[in-house]
């Protein structure tokens, strides 16, 4: 069969983290070799007078038969206590990644294919689409690897701001962590996770439910 495509799209979704409420954007957006996909969170309502700045991050990626194959990534942290800058190519004729982080050079070297922290969630999208995830990935997550042990959960209904939907739970947490995120990702809107829950150490700590969601031109 034809390998089946990302859908170009924009989402809007309701996040809580901790106590705090705010606002997940993201977006997927067709380039002449690819996609980029834009992701912003910011506070809101009373989060908002407690926090300053947003998470953004940006990744540039193509996308065939073999998967997701990132080729920039860039983060801009300014709502964290920890604020990061990072900038980074992937150069896979020369196999390695290299950029700044917070102003300071970084280079490692690639062994196999790699994904961003933004690239991760379109592999598994397009993983779905076309026969089903692997059981690992390779997390490049600003400047150390990270080996992501993933599992299918099952099926559900998920009630969300955007309407309720029959969706399958993929969930994946790094090797030595306590953190589990699993996305709850809906065939009809070509596997987009409706709902992302992130728990740690049993914990929830972040939920982002979606409100809103449209289909981009190609």
């Known amino acids: 069969m034809a390998e089946q495509p990302l859908t170009p799209h924009s989402a809007e979704y309701k996040v809580k983290i901790s106590v705090l409420s705010g606002r997940l954007t993201t977006e997927l957006r067709p380039l002449a070799n690819g996609y980029e996909a ?49 900038e980074v190519t992937f150069d896979w004729s020369a196999s390695e990644i290299s950029g700044t982080v917070n102003d300071e050079d970084i280079q490692f070297a690639l062994d196999g294919i790699v994904h961003d922290r933004v690239a991760i969630q379109y592999q598994l999208m397009h993983d779905l689409l076309n026969g089903g995830p692997d059981e690992r990935y390779v997390l ?41 995120t699993t996305l709850w990702c809906v065939e009809e809107l070509g596997y987009l996770p409706v709902l992302i829950e992130q728990h740690r150490k049993g914990k929830l700590r972040m939920r982002a439910e979606l409100s809103n969601y449209t289909e981009l031109a190609t």
């Open 38 to 86: 834009i992701h912003v969170i910011e506070p809101q309502g009373l989060a908002s007078m407690l926090k300053n700045g947003e998470i953004s991050e940006r990744s540039r990626f193509s996308a065939n038969d073999d998967g997701i194959r990132a080729s920039w990534y860039r983060s801009e942290d300014s709502l964290s206590s920890d604020e990061t800058r990072a």
């Open 140 to 180: 490049f997550d600003i400047d150390e690897f990270k080996t992501l042990i993933v599992r299918n959960v099952g099926e559900r209904t998920v009630s969300t701001p955007a309407g309720n939907f029959q969706a399958v739970g993929i969930q994946h947490q790094a090797e030595n962590s306590s953190r589990i």
